[in-house]
């Protein structure tokens, strides 16, 4: 977040010094620029904000399992994987309504802004898979 705040500010002080000394046909070029330059900065930080969540949950699924990869991940696991994120993204697909102790969905959606990855839970075992983009519609449940 704080690259994002440095680059904005870089690009309107550029913008500011340029805007002295321009028409305003420049001066809007200028604007609309800086503008459009601000909109990808936000969009980049979301998809990084939504992928790194997602690997976060990896990291931290795979760390609670070393050793034991002969069973899939307990509810508690995933809920336990999905909290505390870096940039606070917003996860669903996180559930245990049945009450058999296994996550409902094999999909949690990671989602920052509009941009979002996809964490792909085993059938069994331990093999995590993330996807950089959503979930398949019918895979996602419930918010954590």
């Known amino acids: 977040m704080r690259c994002r705040a440095v680059l904005v500010l870089f690009a309107s002080v550029v913008a500011v010094a340029l805007l002295g000394a321009c028409s305003s046909s420049t001066e809007k070029s200028i604007n609309k620029s800086v503008d459009k330059a601000q909109k990808n900065v936000d969009k980049a930080a979301d998809q990084l904000t939504a992928r790194f969540g997602a690997e976060a949950i990896r990291a931290k699924l795979l760390y609670d399992s070393r ?3 002969s069973r899939p991940f307990t509810a508690e696991q995933v809920a336990d994987a999905a909290k505390d994120l ?3 993204p917003k996860v669903t ?3 245990d ?7 409902d969905s094999r999909y949690l959606q990671v989602t920052a802004g509009k941009q979002a990855a996809c ?9 995590v898979e993330v996807k950089g ?8 449940a419930s918010a954590a």
Do not use: E, F, M, Q
């Open 119 to 127: 964490v792909i839970l085993p059938t069994s075992g331990t093999s």
């Open 133 to 140: 983009s959503k979930c398949p519609a019918t895979g996602v």
């Open 86 to 88: 870096p940039g606070s």
């Open 93 to 95: 697909g996180v559930g």
């Open 67 to 69: 050793g034991d990869d």
């Open 97 to 103: 309504a049945n009450g058999d102790g296994r996550n």
